[in-house]
């Protein structure tokens, strides 16, 4: 049986600077906390240019069962592209901080939050703004980040992997034996469809668009 995975997506990660230096102590309360962030800001739809750094953006405050995060590296899929644009059928409100994959340290802890704790390594697929110094997420969908893994590894894993993982498994059914077709394996769907049925028994045929995507695999 051969399935055919339709990698399209291409994720960027990109590790996101800050010229002020975060703080290295383990913050325990809204106190240790600065009162603003940079973050990078959409005012207004359109491409890439459209985006801008602001440096007094105030921090975000935790819900219950929410955590804020310091964001070490986000990751930037196809849909933030088109929420930008204004060509998603979902627009948010201007103007806002794009982003919603995320890695980095459980900052502050909302009322509730029993799962983790300050200081944690974790990284989402849920961040409101991941575009920023800081970011707040649900509790429930932050996972630890192993620490092998690198912030910007991290980053690059939510929405990429669930939806190789969905493609291959909850749709494809695959199963260990099988041959799986991945199309467009150098992209970041196509990275983790390889991954991932490699790591469950599957023989993996892939392809690439480009000689170095191609020695990458």
Do not use: W
């Amino acid at each position: 049986t051969v399935f055919l995975v339709l990698a399209a997506s291409i994720l960027v990660a990109f590790f996101y600077n800050s010229r002020q230096k975060p703080p290295t102590a383990v913050m325990s309360s809204r106190a240790a906390l600065p009162s603003v962030m940079q973050a990078i800001r959409v005012s207004r739809f359109g491409g890439p240019n459209v985006l801008a750094v602001e440096k007094n953006v105030p921090l975000p405050r935790p819900g219950n069962g929410e955590v804020v995060m310091r964001v070490h590296a986000s990751g930037i899929n196809p849909v933030d592209t088109y929420i930008r644009a204004g060509t998603y059928a979902r627009k948010p409100e201007l103007p806002y901080t794009p982003g919603s994959d995320a890695a980095g340290e459980v900052a502050e802890l909302g009322a509730g939050v029993e799962n983790v704790k300050v200081g944690d390594r974790v990284f989402t697929r849920s961040a409101r703004g991941a575009c920023a110094q800081y970011a707040v997420t649900s509790a429930d969908d932050v996972q630890p980040l192993p620490d092998k893994l690198s912030y910007e590894q991290g980053a690059a894993l939510p929405v990429p992997y669930l939806t190789a993982f969905r493609a291959l498994f909850t749709r494809g059914h695959a199963k260990s034996g099988e041959t799986v077709l991945i199309h467009g394996g150098t992209g970041a769907v196509g990275v983790g469809a390889i991954q991932l049925a490699l790591s469950h028994g599957l023989r993996v045929l892939a392809t690439g668009g480009s000689e170095e995507g191609i020695e990458m695999m």
